[in-house]
T-cell receptor, first 115, second 117 residues
Framework: SAVISQKPSRDICQRGTSLTIQCQVD?????MFWYRQQPGQSLTLIAT?????????ESGFVIDKFPISRPNLTFSTLTVSNMSPEDSSIYLC????????????FGPGTRLTVL | AQKVTQAQTEISVVEKEDVTLDCVYE???????LFWYKQPPSGELVFLIR??????QNEISGRYSWNFQKSTSSFNFTITASQVVDSAVYFC??????????????FGEGTQLTVNP
């Protein structure tokens, strides 16, 4: 199984600023995913990140607000731009194993609070 | 469109009781995958099981068991002899086949399980 780490684990930010979250996987994976979990709610997919191509965003999420990088097969970043208190959530990175088993593992999450 | 429904928002049991968490799904895909995850208070999402839609065999892993009924689009999860450490939010999730759009998971709303001593 893949081991996924995220940085930072938590942060408190001021309104109007931006935060970049890093996700590192211990093995090469074809697809990486970013999810948001708002307080007390379920997880919602933000976007899918493939290495060497533009990220694919889900309905309701746009690149200007959540730019994503995927420079290689083990790393991705998600930036939360021009933050507002409504962006306070846990952001989770997930990686698809890439084999035939379609397993998906999650990082520990980044707990973001926007004041 | 895919949808996952976990009708039980909260369940509270006493230790050693058996508890079943319900999951009903909707999809137009002929093949798909179903998942269960556990999210303890620490917030990390713990993978429990993945089930291929072709495989309707029930599965048992220790105190955990899963009942997949394709005819009723359900994938229920039972914990036998529950323990306080089982207290967590449990999510059921659905994904299309990897070859079409990868493991884009659609999650249910989650069931908060509290096991009291």
């Amino acid at each position: 199984s893949a081991v996924i780490s995220q940085k930072p684990s938590r942060d408190i930010c001021q309104r109007g600023t931006s935060l970049t979250i890093q996700c590192q996987v211990d093995s090469q994976v074809t697809m990486m995913f970013w999810y948001r979990q708002q307080p007390g709610q379920s997880l919602t997919l933000i976007a899918t990140a493939n290495q060497g191509s533009e990220a694919t965003y889900e309905s309701g999420f746009v690149i200007d607000k959540f730019p994503i990088s995927r420079p290689n097969l083990t790393f991705s970043t998600l930036t939360v731009s021009n933050m507002s208190p409504e962006d306070s959530s846990i952001y989770l990175c997930s990686a698809n194993h890439g084999g035939s088993y379609n397993e998906q593992f999650f990082g520990p999450g980044t707990r973001l609070t926007v004041l | 469109a895919q949808k996952v429904t976990q009708a039980q928002t909260e369940i509270s049991v006493v230790e050693k009781e058996d508890v079943t968490l319900d999951c009903v799904y909707e999809t137009r895909d002929t093949t798909y995958y179903l998942f269960w995850y556990k999210q303890p208070p620490s917030g990390e999402l713990v993978f429990l099981i993945r089930r291929n839609s072709f495989d309707e065999q029930n599965e048992i892993s220790g105190r955990y068991s899963w009942n997949f009924q394709k005819s009723t689009s359900s994938f229920n999860f039972t914990i036998t002899a529950s323990q306080v450490v089982d207290s967590a939010v449990y999510f059921c999730a659905l994904s299309p086949p990897q070859e079409t759009s990868g493991s884009r998971l659609t999650f249910g709303e989650g069931t908060q399980l509290t096991v009291n001593p």
